[in-house]
């Protein structure tokens, strides 16, 4: 046990002596964490309209007060003319266009449609959530005038029936709760199976894996020592997420915070074996770098439901998606972390995390006695 120590000391020098080891397992987490909260986004706001109102009576101005001060849209123009509708979106800089009727108040107590909404279309999603954004606001500010006695407002300012829509587990709609459980599948993946392969073919191609070997500790302890600092250093990282997530992202625990915890050691002992696997598989470190870099980003990022759904996907890619493991994880991650459920919802996919790590550890292992003893 002394022996296997001290090979632990040994790697824990090998990572903090190289600066830019350390760049990649403690800063990137933070700024990947960062960006894809803050940055990599779905959500669309201040997105910049435009409004034309000949009408210009206290309706029309108090509609426009409330759309300046929502947080999804700046009133950046006011219309002189219809004719300019087509030219402000030529430019590119206006992403909705607000057209009140002449005779807008009039309209309003006839029930006639006295709002139209223009959007940009060659974006059809964000077009789609604009129009949708401004609607819910046409239809508060209706309910908003009667309750204070304006006028008999009996029908709505633009559609004749207003869905009551509730959004469960993210009303504001914010693109954080979809990214955190995808940033941190994607992290903890990258980092171990990355690091534990470099570090393994690293000895290897500098020769000193013989070395190694030599000594009197077994050659399971060996790879172990390899793998416990990236562990650890996987378990400051996902504490560190976590704390962004809550703090910084505003992304709450739901859920079972043991059970998240116990989730995510699961994924990084997959991960880890993934990267023992890999190393057995190549024998340079550049080779290792793009096997566990290029080779399983691509797919945890496209493959795992981070950005995609999956449901979306055709068939056979949904088939493939069932092999990475990053999948299971952030499905399992937003049930607890997001949803709040209880363990039960979740046994699926723990078990499937927990054969998967098996059977890599089991057929890494296997691949590397035969490779040693050849």
Known sequence: ??????????????????????????????????????????????????????????????????????????????????????????????NLVLVFSENFADNLMTGESAVQLISDGTEPNQASMLTGYASGILNACRQELATMGHAPLSAPLSIQIAPEVRMLYNPQGK??????????????????????????????????????????????????????????????????????????????????????????FLFIFTALALGLLI?????????????SGMGLMMPV?????????????????????????ARWYIEAVKKIMIQGVEIQFVVKEFCILAVMTGCLILFSLSRFKTRLSS
């Open 1 to 94: 046990m002394k022996q296997f120590v001290v090979f632990i000391k040994k790697e824990f020098y090998h990572i903090f002596r190289d600066k830019r080891t350390m760049l990649i397992l403690l800063v990137m987490p933070v700024v990947q964490i960062l960006l894809f909260g803050f940055a990599i986004t779905t959500e669309v706001k201040n997105a910049q309209i435009a409004v034309f109102d000949p009408s210009k009576d206290v309706y029309t101005q108090y509609i426009k007060e409330r759309f300046q001060a929502s947080e999804y849209f700046t009133v950046a123009r006011e219309l002189t003319n219809p004719d300019q509708i087509n030219d402000v979106f030529k430019y590119g800089k206006i």
């Open 175 to 264: 693109g954080a709760y979809n990214f955190v459980p995808g940033v941190m599948g994607l992290i903890l993946m990258l980092i171990c199976a990355m690091m534990t392969s470099i570090a393994i073919v690293r000895e290897k191609e500098t020769g000193t894996m013989e070395i190694l070997l030599s000594s009197p500790v077994k050659p399971i302890y060996i790879i172990l020592a390899k793998a416990v600092p990236y562990f650890i250093l996987s378990v400051v990282n996902l504490a560190t997420i976590l704390l962004l997530s809550v703090y910084a992202l505003d992304v709450p625990v739901s859920g079972s915070l043991f059970w998240l915890i116990l989730l995510s």
């Open 279 to 291: 190393s057995t598989l190549v024998n340079t470190q550049m080779a290792a770098m793009l096997a």
């Open 301 to 325: 990022m496209l493959l795992s439901g981070m950005i995609f759904p999956i449901e979306s996907m055709i068939e056979i890619l949904q088939k493939i998606s069932a092999i990475i493991p």
